[in-house]
């Protein structure tokens, strides 16, 4: 079955970057979209980007533009979110999470857990 | 960005009742709507992905219907583990935003 299991809790400084693991398992990894999606305390969930894990091109939010990238390791059938220049703002959950079909369709068929970034100084 | 709205923001409801939650779209978004569940301390999970299909594993009790701008999530006989907080997301053009979310609870 579709797994994704993700790296465990941070805690940064305000300017620091993060960076987030995501393991996939129970299916092609090379064949699908992985979404990065994020949720603040009292916000809503809100889409950074996406990376396919074939070719490796990606796409991010307009909000997120020039902090995030979303990487890939074919080899270990993992995706990597890193954000930078963090604020106490990106406190948040952040989840992984494959599209719910190879042709793409930004629709999150399978969650990673989550993992809890806490930006504080 | 389209902006994507829920109502209510929470409802209270009994097992066995029917339940029904809106979403509507700033623009249309075709069928391009999909509905998540999720509970405290958990990731989302989805239900309903193109408006109105059943992602695999799910109960049947669970619908969803719509088009363009005005979408329904329904739970045809409430039971005790729907009570959770329900989104729904378009999936249509970037940022495939989501909507604030409806909790459900015990009434």
Known sequence: ?121 | DIQMTQSPSSLSASVGDRVTITCRASQSISNYLNWYQQKPGKAPQLLIYAASSLQSGVPSRFSGSGSGTDFTLTISSLQPEDFATYYCQQSYTTSYTFGQGTKVEIK
């Open chain 1, 1 to 121: 079955q579709v797994q994704l299991v993700q790296s465990g809790a941070e805690v940064k400084k305000p300017g620091a970057s993060v960076k987030v693991s995501c393991k996939a398992s129970g299916y092609r990894f090379t064949s699908y979209v992985m979404h990065w999606v994020r949720q603040a305390p009292g916000q809503r969930l809100e889409w950074m980007g996406w990376i396919n894990a074939g070719t490796g091109n990606t796409k991010y939010s307009q909000k997120f533009q020039g902090r995030v990238t979303i990487t890939r390791d074919t080899s270990a059938s993992t995706a990597y979110m890193e954000l930078s220049s963090l604020r106490s703002e990106d406190t948040a959950v952040y989840h992984c999470a494959r599209d719910l079909l190879p042709s793409g369709s930004y629709t999150y068929g399978y969650w990673g857990q989550g993992t809890l970034v806490t930006v504080s100084s």
